[in-house]
């Protein structure tokens, strides 16, 4: 049972365009979530993460949507830089507000392409 | 400063033999946790140590297990290797708060991960 899911394997963007990447999940228990971008050969590294009690939160150029009725995130990028290119996770936990210990559940990733 | 180091970052077993991987956190986080990443797929969530306790467990089996050492540093363990085990094994550390609710701990930074062959 896959309880977050990234339904888009792959997204390809123009440098300086916006890219947009989402996020579903089904477990309402959920309250805190996520982004994490991977290079290969390196662990994922954290992006932004936005609590339940919050729909919006930017950070530079990122920006994470939460719609909890629609149980769906995104991940704005504005503008997208060929640096970008990577692969992007979704993650969830549920407790307290935080990584619940840090147990997170990860989507399948999406795999961002920026052409210059 | 030194960020989460896993070691070995390479390496190749056959079936039924058993495999540990190391993991030494960033200095001041005392949380601990392992994911498996096979390939094409997102890291599933296998254990989580704070203070030498083990918090969580994922839906794995028995073959494997995990500790946690008195200096926070962590080793996950599996025994009776078998092809299905091939993956990438990532460690992260994270601080842990204290809030009105309890307990909670903030963004998980992970290591490069060990990659792990089994033939």
């Known amino acids: 049972d896959q309880q977050v899911k990234q339904n888009s394997p792959s997204l390809s963007v123009q440098e300086g365009r916006i890219s947009i990447l989402n996020c579903d999940y089904t477990?309402?228990?959920?309250?805190?979530f996520l982004w994490y971008k991977k290079y290969p050969a390196e662990g994922p590294t954290f992006l932004i993460s936005?609590?339940?009690?919050?729909d919006k939160n930017e950070d530079g150029r990122f920006t994470v949507f939460l719609n909890k009725s629609a149980k769906h995130l995104s991940l704005h990028i504005v503008p997208s830089q060929p640096g970008d290119s990577a692969v992007y996770f979704c993650?969830?936990?549920?407790?307290?507000?935080?990584?619940?210990?840090?147990?997170?559940?990860f989507g399948q990733g999406t795999i961002l392409t920026v052409h210059p | 400063d030194a960020g989460v180091t896993q070691s070995p970052t390479h390496l190749i077993k056959t079936r039924g033999q058993h495999v540990t991987l190391r993991c030494s956190p960033i200095?001041?986080?005392?949380?601990v946790s392992w994911y498996q990443q096979v390939l094409g797929q997102g890291p599933q969530f296998i254990f989580q140590?704070?203070?030498?306790?083990?918090?969580g467990r994922g839906n794995f089996p028995d073959r494997f297990s995990a500790r946690q050492f008195p200096n926070y540093s962590s080793e996950l363990n599996v025994n009776a290797l078998l092809l299905g085990d091939s993956a990438l094994y990532l460690c992260?550390?994270?601080?842990?708060?204290?809030?009105?609710?309890?307990?909670?701990?903030?963004?998980?930074?992970f290591g490069e991960g060990s990659r792990l062959t089994v033939l």
């Open positions: 200095s001041g986080h005392k949380s």
């Open positions: 477990n309402s228990m959920f309250d805190y």
């Open positions: 936005i609590s339940s009690i919050k």
């Open positions: 140590y704070y203070e030498k306790e083990e918090r």
């Open positions: 993650a969830a936990s549920a407790g307290a507000g935080g990584t619940s210990y840090g147990k997170l559940t």
């Open positions: 992260a550390s994270s601080l842990v708060y204290k809030g009105l609710a309890g307990e909670y701990t903030g963004e998980l930074f």
